[in-house]
């Protein structure tokens, strides 16, 4: 890192072998550092979002996705496959 920040955002996802700024197919996990530099910084949060095939009683294939952030989940949206439609965001919080 040449230049120095003050929030540092680290992505690491399923889809790539290095640390990337962008998508995901399954899993994304942003770290955020917070400091003056690489090296004069602090871990400050981690946010994950994770997709899930799921079969849903009431509206049959879907995606779950999910975001936490550090561990304590903060919203859900459900995802009709075929209809390629949102059914439903929840937020926790």
């Known amino acids: 890192m040449a230049q120095q920040y003050k929030i540092w955002h680290q992505v690491e996802t399923d889809a790539y072998k290095s640390d990337k700024s ?3 197919n399954n899993e994304g996990k942003i770290t955020i550092f917070i400091g ?7 871990k400050h ?7 899930e095939e799921i079969t849903d009683p009431k509206y049959g294939e879907c ?6 952030i ?4 903060l919203k859900e949206s459900l995802f009709k496959k ?5 059914i439903y965001q929840k937020t926790y919080f």
């Open 22 to 24: 962008f998508g995901s």
């Open 36 to 42: 003056t530099s690489k090296r004069y910084s602090y």
């Open 45 to 51: 949060i981690k946010i994950v979002t994770t997709r």
């Open 63 to 68: 995606y779950l996705f999910k975001t936490t």
């Open 70 to 73: 550090d561990n304590l989940l």
């Open 82 to 86: 075929k209809e390629k439609k949102l």
